[in-house]
């Protein structure tokens, strides 16, 4: 038995590199369930190239979404961080930001924001959207400004990644791909190296592909990660998205404030100091009340 990692999907088989950076398509015993991209495995060679996956080492994250039936499928496993990669172009929805951040949260990884495509923005522009994603700057998530077509800010990014297992996800028109096939300057040779162990002359993954970076770090792309839905998730989930509303929870005058317009509401109360944005907390009570909704029977 030998140890290794997922690195890629291939129909119903898994392509394993071993701790010697060597390849294998290994197929899995029927009893482990459905593994991501990411996932520490015991294996068991079974032929030239080929093996056998026997068992999975505990995870210590997984980024799950829903298929077709409404049943969570796994995406990654091991993330440390996910990037939330927003442009100037598509107008990106803060409502659609809180709803990646608690998912990141939630999973227990760190979360950025990279803002793409700032080669488009004046300085005038650019101050509107530095105030406008303040918010979040200002509750603890890196902010890093950068373009894929002129390099700007990609060392930054590259630092921000480096030694960890991360993500980037981001809407359709952010430069997602772009971004990736910069900080993968030998992503052709890698995606040969992969087609050459499934035996096809072109690399077709269904799901997720783990590629490393070159300074250090691991980088899992997932072209179907477009948005998180949230699904099934408790109280303590959606409060670690929201640490900047959380602190004050529990502060109320009355243990089931609503804080719509119940008298000394601490949410409210810190809403009109300016330490909660009133877009922050519109955001947490829909999705609070989306939750709820969802948990209820029928």
């Not at 119903?12 to 899995?28: F, H, K, M």
């Not at 015991?42 to 049943?71: C, F, H, K, P």
């Not at 004050?248 to 944005?277: K, Q």
């Amino acid at each position: 038995e030998s140890t290794g990692r997922v690195i890629a999907h291939h129909g119903p088989a898994l392509i394993v590199e071993d701790s010697a950076g060597r390849l294998y398509r290994c197929t899995v015993r029927q009893n482990l369930g459905r593994l991501a991209c990411g996932d520490q495995v015991i294996w068991q060679t079974s032929g030239a190239a080929e093996g056998v996956i026997v068992a999975v080492v505990e995870r210590r994250s997984l980024l799950t979404r829903l298929d077709y039936n409404g049943q969570p499928r796994p995406v990654a496993a091991n993330l440390d961080r996910v990037a939330v990669v927003l442009a100037p172009q598509p107008e990106p929805s803060e409502a659609l930001i809180d709803r990646y951040l608690v998912a990141i949260a939630a999973i227990g990884v760190q979360g950025l924001l990279v803002l793409n495509k700032v080669d488009l923005l004046d300085a005038s522009a650019r101050a509107i959207w530095a105030e406008r994603l303040e918010t979040y700057h200002g509750i603890g998530y890196p902010l890093l400004w950068v373009s894929s077509h002129t390099a700007h800010g990609l060392d930054a990014l590259r630092t921000g990644l480096r030694g960890c297992v991360s993500l980037l996800v981001g809407q359709s028109g952010v430069g997602k791909s772009s971004l990736i096939k910069a900080l993968l300057p030998d992503r052709e040779i890698r995606i040969q190296a992969l087609s050459a162990v499934t035996g096809h002359g072109a690399h077709t993954t269904t799901t997720s592909t783990l590629y490393h970076l070159p300074g250090g770090g691991d980088l899992i792309d997932t072209p179907g990660v477009r948005s998180f839905e949230l699904g099934a998730m408790g109280r303590d989930d959606l409060e670690r998205g929201f640490m900047d509303i959380a602190r004050y929870l529990g502060r109320c005058r009355f243990s089931d404030c609503g804080h719509h317009h119940e008298p000394d509401c601490a949410l409210r109360d810190a809403m009109a100091r300016g330490d909660i944005a009133p877009r922050r907390l519109a955001s947490y009570l829909e999705l609070r009340a989306a939750l709820g909704a969802a948990a209820k029977p029928g």
